[in-house]
Nanobody
Framework: QVQLVESGGGLVQPGGSLRLSCAASGRAFSSYAMGWFRQAPAKEREFVAAISRAGYGTYYADSVKGRYTISRDNAKNTVYLQMNSLKPEDTAGYYC?????????????????WGQGTQVTVSS
């Protein structure tokens, strides 16, 4: 079992930046690959980025590639999502998730544990 708590969301102007954090507690954090997803009102949950257990492998949705960076610090049990050049269409609730499947996955069903989410609003 692992508990996940996201933070760092907020209101930002188009073109701005935010860094989201996801703090994990419970079983060994480094045994999980981690992912970030987002969900806007009336839309399905959408994959954003994933990172391997040790942090050497990453995977991004095309919509965020080149603008977002996922990273992790296993000593701090934390995964990050650096978001740059934000656009209004990036507005959503952002969720981190953990999988022990040992793969980088864009499929929500692969992930066993989810945080409660943090809201990101991009607006002028």
């Amino acid at each position: 079992q692992v508990q996940l708590v996201e933070s760092g969301g907020g209101l930002v102007q188009p073109g701005g930046s935010l860094r989201l954090s996801c703090a994990a507690s419970g079983r060994a954090f480094s045994s999980y690959a981690m992912g970030w997803f987002r969900q806007a009102p009336a839309k399905e949950r959408e994959f954003v980025a994933a990172i391997s257990r040790a942090g050497y492998g990453t995977y991004y949705a095309d919509s965020v590639k080149g603008r977002y960076t996922i990273s992790r610090d296993n000593a701090k049990n934390t995964v990050y999502l650096q978001m740059n050049s934000l656009k209004p269409e990036d507005t959503a609730g952002y969720y981190c998730a953990a999988t022990d499947a040992g793969i980088l996955s864009s499929t929500p069903n692969t992930y066993r544990f989810w945080g409660q989410g943090t809201q990101v609003t991009v607006s002028s």
